[in-house]
């Protein structure tokens, strides 16, 4: 049983949508939680962050107007909800939380999960 632990994922046309969840399995010692993706023969990349307690939220250029992340603290769960998916966005999609200073930098994370895979049809 991993840390973290996502799910949504799945195959979609472009266009569409879908939702992300990310479930902590223990209670962390963290200030931000953070979804980033890795594409077959591509770099791990930043979607989205969120600083918890109400610090805001950060997008990569790519994410922005069509990604929101968002929390529940009841549930110690973060949520991307992903609209006007495109065939670019088709990657492994992961889960991660941390004490962060950067929260788009995928090194300032200690706990991930094991991923989730978004594939948009062209």
């Known amino acids: 049983q991993g840390q973290l632990t996502e799910s949504g994922g799945g195959s979609v046309q472009a266009g569409g949508s879908l939702k992300l969840s990310c479930a902590a399995s223990?209670?962390?010692?963290?200030?931000?939680m953070a979804w980033f993706r890795q594409a077959p023969g591509k770099e791990r990349e930043a979607v989205a962050a969120?600083?918890?307690?109400?610090?805001?939220?950060y997008y990569a250029d790519s994410a922005k107007g069509r990604f929101m992340i968002s929390q529940d603290n009841v549930k110690n769960t973060i949520y991307l909800q992903m609209n006007r998916l495109k065939p670019e966005d088709t990657a492994m999609y992961y889960c991660a939380a941390g004490m962060v200073t950067r929260a788009l930098q995928a090194n300032q994370y200690n706990f991930w999960g094991q991923g989730t895979q978004v594939t948009v049809a062209s």
């Open positions: 223990a209670a962390y010692s963290i200030n931000s």
């Open positions: 969120i600083y918890l307690g109400g610090g805001g939220a």
